[in-house]
């Protein structure tokens, strides 16, 4: 089946950048997702980026896909504790018509 | 407001004991399915439904079964439950069928301990 990875944990101080990383195996996805889960809640989308796209931004989220490399980023500018969360990758597998979530990466910010 | 809705939230039971954690969305979406959340495995599809009657197992479905008699509501059903599925279950639905347009809107989760 398909596959993505990312890393655990990331651990930043407040007002830095954060940048959380992701690769995937599906070269046929179309759509990319992530997802931000806080503590105790069920999952929401953050943003997503078209696969015919390299950079999206969206106030301080900004999206970086490298198609030919099967990797997705997500940096967070002036991260703040409000931003302390799971934050999950999820390509869209046309094969298995279905999105194919990573291990989450969990975002900790200090002061 | 638009949600959807899972009960319970919490729930501890014994090995063997039946059990049903529901799910209902108020959006009038077709697609819906159920994960569960383990640590360091992130989100594992267990069944889904394209629309009603029409469900197909995700990559872990042994050990639960699911209905779909009607658009909103998508039951999770563990007829004999075990310590392994001891988890974190998500609720989801989405408006097509197709997932490259359609977001999936998550319940807030229901936790569930087999003793």
């Known amino acids: 089946g398909e596959d993505v990875e990312q890393s655990l944990f990331l651990s930043v101080r407040e007002g830095d950048s954060s940048v959380i990383n992701c690769t995937y195996t599906d070269s046929s996805s179309t759509y990319l997702y992530w997802y931000k889960q806080e503590p105790g809640a069920g999952l929401q989308l953050l943003t997503y980026i078209f696969s015919n796209m390299d950079m999206k931004q969206d106030q301080r989220l900004t999206v970086l896909l490298n198609k030919k490399d099967k990797h997705l980023s997500l940096r967070i500018a002036d991260t703040q504790t409000g931003d302390s969360a799971i934050y999950f990758c999820?390509?869209?597998?046309?094969?298995?018509?279905?999105?194919?979530f990573g291990a989450g990466t969990r975002l900790a910010v200090h002061p | 407001e638009a949600q959807v809705t899972q009960n319970p939230r919490y729930l501890i039971t014994v090995t063997g004991k039946k059990l049903t954690v529901t799910c209902s969305q108020n959006m009038n979406h077709e697609y819906m399915s159920w994960y569960r959340q383990d640590p360091g495995l992130g989100l594992r599809q267990i069944y889904y439904s394209m629309n009603v009657e029409v469900t197909d197992k995700g990559d872990v479905p042994e050990g639960y079964k699911v209905s779909r008699k009607e658009k909103r509501n998508f039951p999770l059903i563990l007829e004999s439950p075990s310590p392994n599925q001891t988890s974190l279950y998500f609720c989801?639905?989405?408006?097509?069928?197709?997932?490259?347009?359609?977001?999936?809107?998550f319940g807030e989760g229901s936790r569930l301990t087999v003793l």
């Open positions: 989801a639905s989405s408006t097509g069928a197709g997932m490259n347009t359609g977001e999936l809107f």
């Open positions: 999820a390509p869209y597998s046309g094969g298995y018509n279905k999105l194919i």
